[in-house]
């Protein structure tokens, strides 16, 4: 299996532009999780699916963001409008239920000038 | 809020040593713990991991310790080797009869390995 699969690894735009990260999980996986990695806040929460559901999206910044999964083996998280303070590294993780752990992908790291 | 809290960014120990890597957590609901390791570039590996019933788990040179009246755990590792040098991530989840499965994680702490 190649793992987690997130695109693109780096990602450089323009303030007021809309940026797409994507992921494709490991197959079987039945979860799907979304992280942003800052120095102040570690690795945090945005949304996570179930079964292609969303469940959780609590950690979502603001409306700015959205996160869908049309399927069990693609998702994408969306910025518009992006802003400089979203500037970090955007890491998607599958994981196949309560007590395994996740796998993560090698993340994409996202500037905002 | 952070319910999990890593309150040492850096640590910096001499190889051969032990490192002793310390988290905290606030939300006493949480019932499985976890650590991981990320290198510079890449996305966290799962490391090792304890569940609430337990106060000790061992894999080789790891090791984490869980004090669950404290809510603190500790990943310690001997000997400490140049390939440990990393950032370790603490996480931790709680179990609502199968409801959830997301993981919080802490801060991080970044280990240095000195030759």
């Known amino acids: 299996d190649a793992g987690v699969i997130q695109s693109p690894r780096h990602e450089v735009t323009e303030m007021g532009q809309e940026v797409t990260l994507r992921c494709k999980p490991i197959?079987?996986?039945?979860?799907l999780f979304w992280y942003r990695q800052t120095m102040m806040r570690g690795l945090e929460l945005l949304i996570y699916?179930?079964?292609?559901?969303?469940?959780?999206d609590s950690g979502m910044p603001e409306d700015r963001f959205s996160a869908k999964m049309p399927n069990a083996s693609f998702s994408t998280l969306k910025i518009q409008p992006s802003e400089p303070r979203d500037s970090a590294v955007y890491f998607c993780?599958?994981?196949?239920?309560?007590?395994?752990?996740?796998?993560f992908g090698s993340g994409t790291r996202l500037t905002v000038v | 809020d952070q319910q999990v809290k890593q309150n040492s960014p850096s640590l910096s120990v001499q190889e051969g040593r032990i490192s002793i890597l310390n988290c905290d957590y606030t939300?006493?609901?949480?019932?499985?713990f976890l650590w991981y390791k990320k290198y510079p570039a890449e996305g966290p590996t799962f490391l090792i991991s304890?569940?609430?019933?337990?106060d000790k788990n061992e894999d080789g040179r790891f090791t984490v310790f869980l004090n669950k009246s404290a809510k603190h755990l500790s990943l310690h590792i001997v000997p400490s080797q140049p390939g440990d040098s990393a950032v370790y991530f603490c996480?931790?989840?709680?179990?609502?009869?199968?409801?959830?499965?997301?993981?919080?994680f802490g801060t991080g702490t970044l280990l240095a390995i000195q030759p």
């Open positions: 996480a931790a989840s709680a179990y609502y009869g199968g409801a959830t499965n997301k993981l919080i």
């Open positions: 939300n006493s609901m949480f019932d499985y």
């Open positions: 699916f179930n079964n292609n559901v969303p469940i959780d």
């Open positions: 304890i569940s609430s019933i337990k």
């Open positions: 197959s079987g996986h039945d979860y």
């Open positions: 993780a599958s994981s196949s239920g309560q007590g395994s752990g996740y796998t």
